[in-house]
């Protein structure tokens, strides 16, 4: 299969106006990559142009599961003298299986009724019955198939509510009418699924296949979209049933017809427009989002103003006073100043969780840069998790050396220790949890389950790579001197005052997390959605705004928090801002808990294990990001404000 991927700037980033109009009129293609082009066989050729179409075909997954299979474990028609695709590392980690396909068109040539194979089924031989009971099964959840045509899905098209059309870039297996007589999922959309306890086999598809000539350049024609109608007759009769308790022999035979028409309005740059436009939701999820950034930088934009203005007349306050008197009188942040580079507690725990957080950070920063820049779109399978786990992988020196340097500075002396848990604590966490999640995978046969020689590559990439890239930042920042603090510290540490009701730690980190998932829960249901409902994600501009603001309201909460805190003589301010933010991953875990329930279909109890296994890894994940947004964010403006006050 080609390799191929194109990007409109206009769905890669989000946004509308002038870059949509540019990107319709020329198109960014990656180097050594670009469109194909067909032509008729027996035609004049243009050069290198093809005349033979190749289907392939992709795991199939279901909302009702989250156990992907690949597509030959339900015993349709498979093309095994062909040599599969190579996989990239996301699409491996993403349980993606492309495979090649019996079926094979020529360009302009339609077809009807072609016959690809006949499966057979005897109920009395104990292979054929649980082939056929797997089968069952798949009707039974929903299964779909994923189909690929030069690199794009083939949709399948059908009308929703309010007159829109929905292109789904999958199509079902078949459905189910129960005992009742209740058609389930795809059985609703044909009145002649009517037999009781039956399941519907749509064995038979019809293609049209849309193509643009690209006249002036003299290219032949390009592909720009591929639909599909699945039905469940035989080319011959009806529809194509299969009774739940059926015995016997039992004939699947699989055809389809083959349609081509030309399209001189959709352009090979913007052939993904129609799927992306028929989403739902899609027009609630570009009004929310902006609503959810402008109320968040509004609440932005009062924090700093009040923080602004509040420190301004303590600053001026304390800087006017003359006295030892003055200062006697005086309460607040400014008594603390001998004890709040006091190091915290755990020390050598919290620069691990530093280190690994400024690791996380960099990766999701520069992945979500690429992706506004159109390199990791859907297009490019597998390009994103790729991306995201290369870069973590070389950004093994920064976690070293910041982990290194804050260790240092709290007065450790346990180097050793602090480089060693920095390389293995919270990979090894997140690795430990991947690999029983896998081991259940392997269980029940999914094609998500990670091969034993991807299982060691990775390993290779951490142990060979990543560790000793942590080493070499730990090595620089052990090497360099601590942290020079404005402030000297007591030798005796100061008594921290009763505490009211909101300055304790525990309500003021339960508060402290509401902002910033406030200003993330609404995009955070749309990844969601992406990731168990297999719903195409593309607006990786907002998510990069929303990630600049989540940045933002992490540290301003967190600073705001802190200063009430300094205000009350408690300095302990360490942990207690890297929880403030960090504790923004509990209200993800909880809204994921809800999500599952609400939202999901999900059965089975190792798809419900599997749900809440990936979801501790992403809540893991995620704590460590925000919590390090709010500790650099308090010890930059700790270090700030103690050294522009006169401390004696």
Known sequence: ??????????????????????????????????????????????????STIELFVNRLDSVESVLPYEYTAFDFCSEKKMK?????????????????????????KPAMCQKVCTQTYDTNSPPDKAKLDFLKKG???????????DNMPV?????????????????????????????????????????????????????TIHY?????EQLGARLVAAKIEPKSPDCTGGPKFLKKKQTGVFNIPYTYSINFVEDKNIRWASRWDYILESMPHTNIQWFSIMNSLVIVLFLSGMVAMIMLRTLHKDIARYNQMDSVEDAQEEFGWKLVHGDVFRPPRKGMLLSVFLGSGTQIFIMTFVTLFFACLGFLSPANRGALMTCAVVLWVLL????????ARLYKSFGGEKWKTNVLLTAFLCPGVVFADFFVMNLILWGEGSSAAIPFGTLVAILALWFCISVPLTFIGAYFGFKKTGIEHPVRTNQIPRQVPEQSFYTKPFPGI??????????????????????WSHQMYYMFGFLFLVFIILVITCSEATILLCYFHLCAEDYHWQWRSF????????????????????????????STILYFGYTMIMALIFFLFTGSIGFFACFWFVTKIYSVVKVD
Request: hydrophobic residues 40%.
């Open 510 to 531: 339960i508060m402290g997390g509401i902002l910033p998932f406030g200003c993330i829960f609404i995009q955070l249901f749309f990844i969601l959605n992406s990731i």
């Open 155 to 207: 949709t399948w098209c059908y009308d929703v509510e309010d007159g829109q059309k929905f292109c789904n870039p999958g199509f079902p297996i078949g459905c189910y009418v129960t005992e009742a007589g209740r058609p389930k999922d795809a059985c609703v959309v044909n009145s002649n699924f009517n037999e009781k306890d039956a399941f519907y086999i749509f064995n038979h598809v019809d293609i």
């Open 396 to 403: 093994g020196t920064p976690a070293g050396y910041v982990a």
């Open 212 to 216: 643009h000539i690209v006249e002036h």
């Open 1 to 50: 299969m080609s390799n191929i991927i194109h990007w409109s700037p206009s769905r890669a980033t989000g946004s509308v106006g002038p870059v949509y109009i540019l990107s319709m009129a020329a198109g960014f293609y990656l180097p050594g990559l670009a469109p194909v082009s067909f032509c008729e066989p027996g035609k004049d050729q243009v050069p290198d142009c093809k």
């Open 139 to 149: 009707m039974l959840l929903n299964y779909q198939h994923h189909w690929i045509v």
């Open 84 to 108: 599969r695709p190579s996989e990239n590392l996301g699409q491996v980690l993403f349980g993606e299986r492309i495979e090649p396909s019996p079926y094979k068109f020529e360009f302009k």
């Open 579 to 606: 929880l403030t933010s960090g504790f923004t991953a509990v209200y993800f875990l909880v809204y994921a808990v809800h999500y599952f329930f609400s939202k999901l279909q999900i059965t089975g109890l190792a």
